[in-house]
């Protein structure tokens, strides 16, 4: 079965902290592509990046970074200096569904305060 | 990247109406929707798949009486949530990710709609 876990439900760090999102997924397939989506509360799904099986280099983005372990299965997201404009919701998805849809984590709310 | 369409954002409406959601893919066009649900503070489900020119396949637990989808050409899927009782309330999302293969770098979702029924 295709699986996506996000252990942490909520985490709340102060303004500038570094704040890792773990993600853990289970897949069958060996051709795959993992995603990491930030919902604000206004709910618009905002992409921030996709990764497919075959690439487990890590990437940086900004502020923002990513480390896919296929060892471990783990593709971690963390931010740098976090900023209260990060706090959000952010979901970790699997793409595979027998249909094409992609699979979410349950999602970890960041909560980052002044 | 693609762009996809959903409206309205946001519909407050009476318990036993009907209310129709649009998605509609700008500028490619889309064989295969996806719709979603996401209840408050959970993630989003995956509730059914909209196959243009034939019947939308469902997940389990999604009754298709209640959520009739069509998908009646390459760039409208509609979802319309039958007799919506309060329970209906949710944040419904849809998506395409081109059927079985990625356009692009990434799935492409419309900007979600807030359903409360009341």
């Known amino acids: 079965a295709q699986k996506v876990t996000q252990a942490q439900t909520e985490i709340s760090v102060v303004e500038k902290e570094d704040v890792t999102l773990d993600c853990v997924y289970e897949?069958?397939?060996?051709?795959?592509?993992l995603f990491w989506y930030k919902q604000p509360p206004s709910g618009e799904l905002v992409f921030l990046i996709r990764?497919?099986?075959?690439?487990?280099q890590n990437e940086i983005s900004g502020r923002y970074s990513w480390n896919f372990q296929k060892s471990t299965s783990s593709f971690n997201f963390t931010i740098t200096a976090s900023q209260v404009v990060d706090s959000a919701v952010y979901f970790c998805?699997?793409?595979?569904?027998?249909?094409?849809?992609?699979?979410f984590g349950k999602g970890t709310k960041l909560s980052v305060k002044p | 990247g693609a762009v996809v369409s959903q409206h309205p954002s946001w519909v407050i409406c009476k318990s036993g109406t009907s209310v129709k959601i649009e998605c509609r893919s700008l500028?490619?066009?889309?064989?295969?929707m996806f719709w979603y649900r996401q209840f408050p503070k959970q993630s989003l489900m995956l509730m059914a798949t909209s196959n243009e020119g034939s019947k939308a396949t469902y997940e389990q637990g999604v009754e298709k009486d209640k959520f009739l989808i069509n998908h009646a050409s390459l760039t409208l899927s509609t979802l319309t949530v039958t007799s919506a009782h309060p329970e209906d309330s949710s944040f419904y999302i849809c998506?395409?990710?081109?059927?079985?293969?990625?356009?692009?770098?990434?799935?492409?979702f419309g900007q979600g709609t807030r359903l409360t029924v009341v």
């Open positions: 897949t069958r397939d060996t051709t795959y592509y």
């Open positions: 998506s395409w990710t081109g059927g079985r293969e990625i356009r692009g770098t990434e799935a492409f």
């Open positions: 990764r497919n099986s075959f690439d487990e």
């Open positions: 998805a699997l793409y595979g569904g027998s249909q094409g849809n992609l699979i």
């Open positions: 500028d490619f066009q889309a064989t295969t």
